[in-house]
């Protein structure tokens, strides 16, 4: 079976995280992607602003602050584009990640909510457009009495894959969270 473009390694969003941020725009987690851009940007510019004109007062800690803290929210940035894009999107992250879905799906049957809770977490995680993923925790927020949560996920989930063959299901879900305000 072939695997369909959203399932294979995500390269380009790798060599764009050499820039801290860009990457994470690529694979759809604009805020983290922004907040490792600017964060990162900064402590640049401070180093690189230490290094033309040092400052007395600042010293040199300014310019060892700039390259320490950019080059961990770079390095940061990159290992994580990694694990999320390529890593997890490797045949065995893909079965691996089956496997957790299907563990958790047996714990939500089995009425055990907190346990699927915490591994459907962990696999919005890798994959925040996972419709499938969604709709699980859609209804478990709704059966917890969060019906604003459930269709906050709901939608995601629609939007994410609008003709995915759980769509009357997605809506059903979304219609119940409504109704339930």
Known sequence: ???????????VALVLSLVAGLGHLVIGRPRRGLLLFIG?????NLAFVSWL????PLGSWSLRFGIGTGGAL?????????????????PHGVTRREERLKEAVDLYLQRKFREARRLLDSLLD???????????LATLERRDGSPDRASHHARKA??????????????????LARSSR
């Open 158 to 175: 629609l939007a994410a894959a609008p003709h995915h063959p759980f769509q009357p299901e997605i809506e059903r879900e979304l219609h």
């Open 74 to 90: 770079s390095l940061f940035a990159l290992i994580d584009v990694f694990r999320l894009a390529v890593y997890a999107r490797l």
């Open 53 to 56: 004109a040092p400052v007395e």
């Open 126 to 136: 890798v994959d925040p457009a996972d419709p499938v993923v969604r709709l699980y």
């Open 40 to 44: 990162a940007s900064a402590c640049w």
């Open 1 to 11: 079976m072939a695997r369909d473009r959203t399932s294979r390694p995500n390269w």
